[in-house]
């Protein structure tokens, strides 16, 4: 047995004893419990070349349990798994036949200037390539004019797994008709804060007999529900700032971030239209907070482009919007508009204008990561 360095493609002479040896059958728990206090690499078998559960697990220790050691294949390894292997995390390949290891140098050499050179562990490289796919993204979107066909290109640009947070909002309506019609595989879910509207709801059972799709219900941690009302109140929110963004950090921000733990795109809603912050927002960015593309496919939708889209595609719409409800978010904390206000002035009314979001959509450019 010899130990190959996929970053490098060269030999590694004195190869550190594994700690944890992981089957590809390998649950949530075995993983956390790997990835924590490890005194040594993880190795993760594959019991045939084709079985995919191994870069999974790979995926999984590095972008949901935070793993920053050596991972490393196996078992029965090819060489043309070889840049599968790195570019989902793993950092050393044990091969049976040491006359094969000009081969795999051979399969390396091919990848490895996308690589720095003698890089143990090459996910934070693989996130600076990241942020240079995610602006070409960005430009490539641009150009595609239909909605179902960003989608599309969406699909065969990203690797691994895709999730839309839809709030059940005109936008994220037309986007979830165009999910459902270009047939990419998107992991679609709503926050279910406790506190939502029963229109909300009933959208979501609507939108699911028509598109055939499931869209998840996520609630925060009962506890940590319960520990906010036994401090605040069940309305304090309303008392100050601090309170209401806690109420929205506990009830919305938590469950989002860790819905989004291991996934490479995330798709929202945003449009440039919604307020001064969100006026440069990208079809496509990398978003640093949270190691992923975000993607904002109606990002420079006009209201006009949004509704006629709905009309067209016979697509169903909260019956909130016909009330004058533009931005929808929790019950207690959103009200009907008036003509010519700003589209989100009926979230957090009480609010002074600048202060008004809940923290879901981190905005890079300002200082401190402010939301957008």
């Known amino acids: 047995m010899v130990l190959v360095d996929l970053a490098t493609g060269t030999l590694v002479s004195d190869p550190a004893e594994v700690a944890t040896v992981l089957e590809p059958t390998a649950d949530t728990d075995t993983l956390a419990a790997a990835a924590s206090g490890n005194a040594g690499p993880v190795a993760i078998r594959f019991p045939v070349f084709n079985d995919g559960r191994g870069i999974s697990l790979a995926r999984l220790l590095r972008d949901r349990h935070g793993f920053t050691g050596e991972i490393r294949a196996i078992g029965h390894l090819i060489p043309d798994l070889a840049q599968f292997l790195l570019r989902s995390g793993f950092d050393t390949a044990e091969i049976a036949d040491p006359e094969q290891a000009h081969v795999w140098k051979s399969s390396v050499e091919r990848i490895k200037h996308n690589y720095q050179p003698a890089f143990r562990n090459p996910l934070p490289l693989r996130w ?23 989608i599309r290109e969406v699909g065969r640009r990203i690797e691994g797994r895709i999730v839309f947070s839809t709030n059940l909002g005109l936008e994220d309506q037309a986007i979830l008709h165009a999910v459902a019609e270009s047939g990419v595989d998107v992991d679609v879910f709503t926050l279910d804060t406790g506190r939502l509207f029963p ?5 979501v059972e609507l939108s699911e007999l028509r598109y055939g799709l499931r869209i998840r219900l996520v609630a925060p941690e009962a506890s940590e529900v319960e520990a906010l009302v036994a401090r605040d109140g069940v309305f304090g929110f309303r008392d100050s700032v ?14 989002l971030n860790r819905e989004l733990k291991g996934a490479q795109a995330w798709i929202s809603g945003l449009r440039r239209e919604h307020s001064e912050e969100r006026a440069n ?20 939708w006009s209201t006009q482009d949004l509704t006629a889209y709905i009309a067209a595609n016979n697509i169903p719409v909260n019956p909130l919007h016909a009330r004058g ?27 002074n204008e600048e202060k008004k979001e809940c923290g879901l959509h981190l905005n890079p450019k300002r200082k401190g990561g402010r939301a957008a």
């Open 128 to 150: 600076s390539a990241a942020r240079t796919e995610a602006a070409d993204l960005d430009q490539r979107l641009a150009k595609i004019k239909t909605l179902t066909d960003r």
């Open 199 to 203: 229109e909300v709801l009933e959208t």
């Open 242 to 255: 601090a309170n209401r963004k806690a109420c929205c950090d506990i009830r919305k921000v938590r469950p």
């Open 281 to 300: 927002v990208p079809l496509a960015a990398w978003d640093d907070a949270r190691a992923l593309v975000k993607i904002n496919p109606v990002a420079e």
């Open 325 to 351: 409800f533009v931005s929808i978010g929790c019950a207690p904390c959103t009200r009907a508009v008036q003509p010519g206000e700003s589209p989100r002035a009926g979230r957090w009314w009480w609010e």
